[in-house]
């Protein structure tokens, strides 16, 4: 919509108005409250906060600090403001007499008592020092305004109990947090720690792979052929090349090639998509660091992810074992091993390794688990130990062996060809990591994928396609490779104590509001 001259953007509330009517005030004052001057940030509240002392004061005689006011308490001539910036809040001292001079004393009792406003950005200069009860605060000898917030933000409340007085903010509802992410991150600073949370976890695996040697790359989201998993996908359309397109469920083909092209090591960090259904564990779109090893196997694979693991939780928790939800989740090598058929039979009594189809049906009727009629055998095994095992799995454990039918692109088992090179890690009672003895013979591989052809004929949305490409590269030699796949989004969750996967994304994906 263009908007004529005359046209005014409709305002939302009228709190909005006042503070419209503000910005105006202040711009007819010759005050602009969008200035693009910004002078040289010396200092931040929290190494105020920690490194000041009477004996380096000098240091902070001269400081220049910005940062969004979250409190005031206005006292005559002078003024006790809070301000919060990226690190954290600090008390700034506002006097009068320090700030204005002669006429324009008046100025000050119009700023602080009628025109700037909770939310409002400033850039203040001046001293540190230590007030009469302690508090370790700016003396303000120049003030500035940076930004007019024109939205109030959520109103800090107060609530007696036993315990005392609390505090606690109007912006806890999860789906208003999710939608406007930017005001969660200003009033709730415990928000913004989980992501810097998240952001080390991150740099902690990123680090260990870079000291393996091996090389970050990037692969296409856009692929002509999805693969690399079982999901179902989000269709495109290119209209250059008039072709569909898909956005990839997994990256795993693409490394793959990388691998057979010569690369001992990769790895990305990358955007998966699969439209698929949403959960407290599940968003459209995800996070999945995957990696591929050329000379090793998933012996190798379960002795690395365990040491990697341990390792985000020592960076970030400073000890292996942390608290998760109502339970302590210890990280420390070794993890526990079962195989599939081993965990099915020690948390429902049933050997199932031998069963075919039908058998897995009745089985799955006594243990009161639905399935749908175009399940084959590998989806029935799945469905049982995803009710009946995974939810008991708490510590992280390694489930190993799974049948040839649930495993497309894994090797087959060097002692069992009925079975496959495969592991998962259960951690919290869900999957947070997948990793194979990578399958490199193109014989098989092709097999494999048009079994998969089979039961995508029987209904089976998510079952892979054929990447004819993927089979030509495989031909030319790829040599024997673990690779593994780890959810971040899952892990973070974990790490950071948190109950859903949207708290530990910026921007979940949201069902559209009508306005």
Known sequence: MTLKSDQIIPVCSEQEAIRIQKKETLEAMGITPYPAFVSPITVQAST?????????????????????????????AASFVELQDATGKIQLYIQRDSICSGE????????????LDIGDIIEVKGFVFTTQVGTIAVHVNQLRLLTKALTPLPIVKESVTAEGTQLHDAFTDPEQRYRQRYVDLIVNPEVRRLFEQRAKLIQTIRTSLNAQGYLEVETPILQPIYGGASARPFVTHHNTLDMPLYLRIANELYLKRL?????????????????????????PEFTMLEFYVAYKDYFWAMDYVEELIESVALALHGQTSIQVGEHQINFQRPWKRYTLFEAIEHFTGYTVGHMEEDEL?????????????????????????????????????????????MCALAKRHRNNPLLTERFEVICNGKEICNAYSELNDPIDQQKRMEEQSVLRERGDEEAMT??????QALRYGMPPTA???IGIDRLTMIMT?????????????????HT
């Open 48 to 76: 105020i906060l920690t490194q000041y002392t009477a004996e380096n004061k000098e240091t902070y005689s001269d400081v220049t600090l910005a940062g969004r006011i979250m409190g005031r308490r206005i006292m005559g």
């Open 104 to 115: 324009d004393k008046s100025l000050y009792n119009l700023l602080f008592k009628k025109l």
């Open 259 to 283: 691998i057979v092209g010569g690369y001992d090591g990769v790895y990305e960090f990358a955007k998966d998509f699969r439209n698929e259904g949403m959960s407290r564990f599940h968003n």
């Open 361 to 405: 049906r009745q089985i799955a009727k006594k243990l009161e688990i639905p399935l749908e009629d175009n399940m084959a055998k590998g989806k029935i095994i799945d469905e049982i130990f995803g009710k009946k095992c995974e939810p008991y799995l708490l510590d992280p454990t390694f489930i190993t062996d799974h049948p040839a039918e």
């Open 466 to 471: 054929i990447d004819h490409d993927y089979l």
């Open 483 to 485: 690779g593994v796949g």
């Open 497 to 513: 104590n948190s109950n859903s996967i949207q708290d530990v994304l910026f921007f979940p994906q949201m069902r559209r509001q």
